[in-house]
Each structure stands twice: as C-alpha cells, then as structure tokens.
C-alpha cells in the first residue's frame, strides 16, 4: 500500500519502529511526527524516516490519511479525543494500545462517521523502552490484532489490515473484548506471573540471585519491562486479567496438592502438559 501522509502521534519503541518500518518498505510517501517531549522532537527531526516534526498533534493530523496513536496507554484515549476534531474526513485513525475494549468505544465516539477509527495491537516489543530502541524489522512475523467494532466501516478495517501487513506482521481480526480475554492470559498473566516471581525472590537471600542460571533469566525477562507501563495496562484490563489469575491459581493449587501428596504421576503429567504447550509455540 502506499498513504499520501502518515502520522504517527508520541513514538516510543513501537511508533519508532512504525516509522522506520514504513519508510524501509515504502508504505508512506511522507511521515510526521508529533512528540509531546520538545527533546523528542529535537532528536527525531533529524532521522531518516521523519520528513516533519509538527509542532502540534493537531496539525500533525491535518492531512494525514492515516494516523497512528503510539502514546502510553493512559494517554492514547485522551490524545484521540484531542484530535477528533482536527482529524480529515474520511482518514482512517489506529492505534498500538495492549487493551482494545476501552479505546475502541473512545475512538468511535471521537471520530463518528467523519473519520474512521480502527484498534490495533502489534504483539511485538520489548523490555525495552523509547523511540530510540525501535526497529524496522519490529513486526516481521508477529501477530497484530485489528479489533474493529461491529459497525466499523470495512473499507477502513481493510486499510488497517493491509497497513500491517505492508509492515511485515501477520493480521489477526477480533473483536476488542474477545482481544482483551486473548491477552489476559497470554500476554498479561505472563508478565504478573514474572513480576511476582521476582518479588517474591527479593524477600528471600539476596546472595542467592548471584547462583541463578539461566532458567530464571529466561522465565523473569519480561520482569525487566517498566512498571508503570504494566500498572496502566492492568488497570485497563483488570477484569479479563483476574479471571485469568483466578484460573492460574486453580493449576497451581493443584500442582501444590500433588506435590504434598506426593502423587507423582499428577506432576509427572503437568509436566508434561506445559512441555507440549512450549514445544506448540513459535
């Protein structure tokens, strides 16, 4: 595909990565970028995939017929009713946020039927954070939810799906709520899951860390990912997010329970129900 002017609204590590992954591979004929940071601004100026700072999300949205929201999470909903009324008829408006329900409904309130408001999640990223960091390759091979809503127009889902898929990533389509209980427990759960971990190991001795191998480095990664990026996220699915914990916690009591007992062959086979899921995933 190929958009006449495509903005891209507070980079971080995945709106950086949007814009050079657009250039790389022609999608654009011209990025602007708006940053709230003046030193964002100041250092984007200068790279390859930007063509234009503009000094206001507002006139960085003018004349975009496609723009991406790559704010914080807790901003994105208030950055796409900013700019609802300076947004062109007819553009086509996605985002980046980890939770779609709450921003899907906020986007078609903002827009109405004047421009066209598409949710997106690219499942790509790291513990890393910061436009800096960003890549072109970021969404080669890697899912990107498109959660439209049931009356969203087709003709902007089908931008929204061809605009990834220029990007490299493979297009899934979902609706915002069932996105929401999808990532609960693949995406969400896991990173509760190495938080507490590492938690919980903080109030044990502190030497023992320098004995770790590589089995606790790999498990607790994600632990490194800034905390207050995963508190917005949780808050905003909070729900779907403890039904999955509740359903976790019914494993491990199990688990618990056959260790006390001693029932080997019950561990022996959630052993090897978690072996068969791992060797599942790509």
């Keep these: ?15 950086g990565s949007v814009a050079r992954a657009a250039r790389a591979r022609g999608v654009a004929d011209r990025i602007v970028i708006w940053a709230r940071s003046h030193q964002v601004q100041q250092a984007v100026a200068g790279q390859p995939w930007c063509d234009q700072v503009a000094e206001s ?29 300076s947004v062109k008829p007819g553009a086509v408006v996605t985002d980046v946020g980890s939770v779609k ?12 039927r004047r421009a066209h408001f598409v949710g997106s999640h690219p499942m790509a990223g790291s513990q890393l954070t910061g436009w800096q960091h960003g890549t072109a390759e970021l969404f080669e091979h890697r899912t990107c939810f498109v959660t439209p809503l049931s009356d969203t127009a087709a003709a902007a889902v089908d931008t929204v799906g061809r605009f990834w898929t220029s990007l490299g990533a493979n297009v899934v389509k979902t609706d915002p709520d069932t996105h929401d209980r999808i990532v609960a427990h693949i995406s969400h759960l896991p990173q509760l899951l190495a938080s507490s971990l590492c938690a919980f ?49 019914l494993e491990l009591a199990s688990l618990e329970r056959a260790l006390a007992k001693g ?20």
Excluded at 60 to 82: E, F, G, T, W, Y
Excluded at 211 to 232: E, M, Q, V
Excluded at 263 to 282: C, I, N, T
């Design 1 to 15: 595909m190929s958009l006449d002017q495509l903005t891209i609204l507070a980079p971080g590590l995945l709106g």
């Design 57 to 85: 999300a507002h006139a960085a949205v003018r004349n975009a017929s496609m723009v991406v929201v790559a704010a914080h999470p807790d901003a994105i909903i208030d950055l796409i009713k900013a700019i609802g009324p």
């Design 201 to 249: 190991l903080a109030g044990r001795d502190g030497g023992w860390r320098a004995f770790a191998g590589n089995g606790l480095r790999d498990t607790t990664r994600i632990a490194a990912s800034d905390p207050k990026l995963w508190r917005t996220i949780l808050e905003m699915n909070h729900a779907e997010v403890t039904e999955a914990l509740k359903a976790f916690q």
């Design 101 to 112: 329900g709450t921003i899907a409904r906020a986007g078609q309130a903002a827009f109405g």
């Design 263 to 282: 029932d080997w062959e019950a561990v022996a086979a959630a052993l090897e129900r978690g072996k068969s899921y791992r060797d599942g995933l790509h």
